[in-house]
């Protein structure tokens, strides 16, 4: 499953520009430690976190996007740094749990 | 990635001296303290945790007790070392990022150039480096501690809804 894929079946809006990849798994965790100590690389990361410090997070553990949850607002800066390093960052306006739900219905599994 | 231990960055600051020390703490504290002539006030303190490396083939482990943190750089001092390295490794798709070691220790006493080798290794073996790769420097290549603007990457304003501020220079 890629992200482009997961944008089409899950109904997900990108905000920034990126290369689809490959996805493998997920982590839900709004705690930037909680991911760079536990996340995997090509994990979808589900957060409602929307502080630019999740772009080098997300890019340190080389998660495969950011989703923001519960249709929160994306500040325009983490938006431009995400964008100045192809990070993809998805949209949605379910809450974790939806969304996580949606995903297990649709075979999201980590490898 | 081994020992893992959650808890709080605490920076603080004395109003006396103007020091700026940093420490681990499992505590989340706010409290501030005479020590002395010095009186600490905390300046920030943010969730974070900490680790060591261990290797898979022979077991070793290595302490990363001394690593403060990772910060990123915001390109505030276009004169600075890092912010001309991160301009040329983003060329090659290489994200800088700066090791901080616990103030006032590391100034005198370094992360070994080793371990931050062994740092980087980790963070990018668990990557798809064919995408982009990560290099950790030490912190003494910031220019100027004082008006650096970097990020920490670390939780700060976890309670709040709010999108927290950008922050002043923290050092």
Not at chain 1, 34 to 53: C, E, F, P, R, Y
Not at chain 2, 92 to 107: N, R, S
């Amino acid at each position: 499953m890629t992200t482009k894929d997961l944008i089409e079946s899950a109904g997900l809006t990108p905000l920034t520009r990126f290369e689809p990849r490959d996805v493998d798994g997920a982590i839900v965790s709004d705690m930037l430690s909680d991911v760079m100590a536990s996340a995997k690389s090509g994990n979808l990361w589900i957060t409602v976190q929307t502080h630019k410090n999740v772009v080098p997070a997300a890019n340190l553990v080389d998660v495969s996007a950011i989703v923001i949850t519960s249709g929160k607002k994306v500040p325009q800066d983490t938006l431009d740094l995400a964008n100045q390093h192809g990070i993809a960052i998805l949209w949605t306006p379910l809450s974790s749990f939806e969304l996580v739900g949606k995903l297990y219905v649709l075979g999201l599994v980590a490898k | 990635m081994t020992n893992i231990q959650f808890g709080f960055t605490v920076f603080e600051k004395c109003s006396h001296c103007q020091t700026v020390r940093t420490y681990f703490s499992t505590q989340d504290t706010w409290d501030e303290y005479r020590e002395g002539p010095c009186l600490w006030t905390i300046v920030e303190n943010a969730q974070t945790f900490k680790f060591d490396l261990q290797c898979t083939s022979c077991n070793h482990v290595e302490s990363f007790a001394d690593l403060l943190g990772l910060l990123y750089c915001t390109g505030c001092l276009p004169d600075c070392q890092v912010e001309m390295m991160r301009k040329e490794y983003a060329t090659k798709k290489t994200w800088i990022l700066v090791a901080f070691g616990f103030l006032p220790e590391a100034k005198s006493q370094p992360i070994p150039e080793r371990k931050l080798r062994m740092l980087t290794d980790h963070f990018n073996q668990r990557r798809d480096t064919s995408r982009s790769t990560i290099k950790i420097v030490w912190f003494d290549q910031i220019k100027n501690l004082s008006l650096c603007r970097g990020e920490f990457i670390h939780d700060v304003g976890m309670l709040s809804l709010e999108t927290p501020e950008e922050r002043k220079p923290l050092f």
